[in-house]
């Protein structure tokens, strides 16, 4: 019993010895140096990397990205539940002030803010548990994408030494985005937005900067106002695919000439605008005729499974039961 307590304390000790990387305190500390020239102030610094270490979760799930094996129509079920579909119709009825108040400043339609933070986070009960700084200074220091994520922990440094949120409440994914819009550092210094004027650009709990915040990116990255994202389609039989993609864009009267319907069968709309024929499954079916506005969503997110998904939930939200 006693050989067995003695073997069972070396391989504690052992282990402990293991997770101690006297590389990641030395890096720790240049970039603390490199903070400090940001105008971090030491005792932030400090405080940001107290206890802080690399976490096995976070390499694990960087590592764990293969291309998904999951078609379109079994993400969209996954993403655009009745459940989602129903708590998104109550979140638009019950924030309708703000969603209003802020759709009409950026001109952005309160469907597609509620889409956005439902596909995200859930209508902001999933915004990860992740400690920010340590998830960053993980990836940072992993050195498979070091420059990026180094950026990205100096950038969220930042906003704690702006004040824009605490230590403890900077949660988000194990990537590091954060909040109920699940913003990186660099697009929250960017587009993040005090709408409710109390000085804090808060993602995590504020409603009004959540929604505006999200607002805020459309339209910078471009949004016209008054325009929809798209809409399913039918194709013909037999039609071309390499007429299909982002890069190719005809007006809405050639792709009806072309035998292009409506996804119940009628005519498509006989207006000057252009549009693109996107598979997501690169099959004919399903197929959807997308606009500028999807576009933008894409900045949001470059896939066409989400931007299409985002599309989908804001027209289902506000279609009648």
Known sequence: MKYLYILVITILIQGSSALADPGFDRWVNELKVEAQSRGISPALLDQAFEDVKPLPRVLELDRKQPESTMTFVQYKKHVISPKRIQQGREMLIRHRGILKEVGDYYGVPPRFIVALWGIETSYGRNTGGFNVIEALATLAYDGRRSQYFRGELLNALQILQEGHASIPTMKGSWAGAMGQSQFMPSSFLKLAVDFDGD????????????????????????????????????????FDQRETGLKISKPLPTWHNMGVRRGDGGSLPMVSMKGSIILPDETLSPAFLVYHNYRVLMRWNRSFYFATSVGLLADAIVRRP
């Open 199 to 238: 000085g804090r650009k808060d993602i995590w709990t504020t409603h009004a900067d959540v929604f505006a915040s999200a607002a805020n990116y459309l339209s910078q990255s471009g949004w016209r106002t008054g325009e929809t994202w798209g809409r399913a389609v039918r194709l013909p039989n037999g």
